[in-house]
């Protein structure tokens, strides 16, 4: 796994109702690593006011919290300030939860039992432009995707067409961002600017119809612009 650099610099920002769990991870984070705690945040609306301008590396968003819960506060929070990376961190496994967090815009999902060994690993991989997701949970969040999808193997014709209004180079693009690669990443590969493949990513949506990129890259798998055995866990990075 390529591990990035870690410096004091890289800021964290806990959302948990939890006092108890939120020492535990500070603790740990002081034990293992050079990261620098941004602050606490005890429930979903404070995160969502407190974050909208914040200039943090990586949320750990608690979900069950009253009122505004984790999903709700990543969907809110990414709506306002979608270059944020939020690695979802809680006690539920539910594979509808797993789908919705990570559908709303979460970077990874881990559960509060796998800290200890994993927490770090989690960071360092959504710190990296990749998609942290353990492998019980990842078969959790694509049996959910196919329940969603249908299992059928009967594919509509009308929306497979609308891939045929990309062009050649959104095509590109869309393959790249189905590996997980980051905006700069595609920039890069095809030795274009980072705002032109902005401009076509914005192309894709409007022509597929979808409203993000993880709907885009679902729909690149589902309707065959991609093989479909690609390694689903970097689908969403």
Known sequence: MMRRMQSSETTVFIVDDNANHSAGIKQLLELQSDYHLAGIATNGEDAVKRLAEANVDIVLMDINMPEVDGVAAIQQIMAINP???????????????????????????????????????????????????????????FDEFQSRM????????????????????????????????????????LVISETTVKTHVNNIFQKLQVNDRTQAVLYALKY????GGSNPSQMAG
Request: proline letters at 3%; charged letters at 25%; hydrophobic letters at 40%.
């Open 83 to 141: 270059n944020l990376k939020i690695l979802a961190l809680t006690g539920y496994d539910e594979s509808d939860l797993i789908f919705r967090a990570m559908k709303h815009g979460a970077k990874g999902y881990i559960l509060k039992t796998m800290v200890t060994s994993q927490l770090i690993a989690a960071i360092e991989e959504v710190l990296n432009g990749k998609v942290y997701l353990p492998p019980i949970l990842a078969t959790k969040f």
């Open 150 to 189: 249908g299992k059928s193997n009967r594919v509509d014709p009308t929306k497979q067409a609308l891939l045929g209004y990309l062009t050649s180079r959104e095509k590109e693009v869309l393959k790249l961002l189905t590996d997980g690669i980051t905006y700069k990443g595609v920039a890069d590969k």
């Open 224 to 227: 065959g612009l991609v093989d």
